[in-house]
């Protein structure tokens, strides 16, 4: 099955800073997600980007398919981005929706 | 507006017992999602479901036992808890009609210890 790989799998960050989170894919994929994952557990969909780039305010991603990579940058990070940051991804075929396979996740910190 | 829920939040049950842990959405979304989410492993997919009465097995589905009558609920059943269940699960749901599509949603999770 398609493999995950999400680096670094801890980073800490001091207020303010810019940060650049990967996820490595072993295959071709058509859905790709972003998720973050706050200290209380609850799980946040950040991004639908299968490919190209996209931003919302100090949050960016970029997948580049046929490289089989994405990026999420985070800009100015704030105390309140602390948490997990998972990326996920699978094959959608026609009108179906295939499984979403999650990697381990990144863990960020971000101190004030 | 609740869209998706799960109950209970935290549930402590013993090793042999039928546990059933509940997911409710208010979207009307024709997917849904069960995943487990333990350390190091990430969150790995047990079933899901692409319609009332349509449910496939997912990554880790030994153990586990769903049903999908109607297209709001998703029940997740342990048919003899053991201690390796122990777990957070995540119900999720998506729909092919969204914007962007098949986006996952997720609920705030459930606890399960088992003794």
């Known amino acids: 099955g398609i493999q995950v790989e999400q680096s670094p799998p801890d980073l800490i960050l001091q207020e303010g800073a810019n940060s650049t989170l990967r996820c490595n894919f072993s295959?071709?994929?058509?859905?790709l997600q972003w998720f973050h994952q706050n200290p209380w557990g609850q799980l946040i969909n950040l991004f639908y980007?299968?490919?190209g780039t996209k931003q919302n305010g100090r949050l960016s991603a970029t997948t580049v398919a046929t490289e089989r990579y994405s990026l999420l940058y985070i800009s100015s990070s704030q105390t309140t981005d602390s948490g997990v940051y998972f990326c996920a991804v699978g094959m959608n075929y026609g009108g179906s929706q295939g499984n979403l396979i999650f990697g381990k996740g990144t863990k960020l910190s971000v101190k004030p | 507006d609740a869209g998706i829920t799960q109950s209970p939040r935290y549930k402590i049950t013993e090793t042999g017992r039928q546990v059933t842990l509940m997911c409710h959405q208010t979207?009307?979304?024709?997917?849904m999602f069960w995943y487990r989410q333990d350390l190091g492993h990430g969150l790995r997919l047990i079933y899901y479901?692409?319609?009332?009465?349509?449910?496939d097995k997912g990554e880790v589905p030994d153990g586990y036992v769903v049903s999908r009558s109607k297209t709001e609920n998703f029940p997740l059943t342990l048919e003899s808890a053991t201690r390796s269940q122990t777990s957070v699960y995540f119900c999720?749901?998506?729909?092919?009609?969204?914007?962007?599509?098949?986006?996952?949603?997720f609920g705030p999770g459930t606890r399960l210890l088992v003794l």
């Open positions: 999720a749901s998506s729909d092919s009609l969204q914007v962007p599509p098949k986006t996952q949603y």
């Open positions: 980007i299968p490919s």
């Open positions: 979207w009307s979304h024709s997917y």
């Open positions: 295959d071709s994929v058509n859905n």
């Open positions: 479901s692409a319609a009332a009465d349509i449910t």
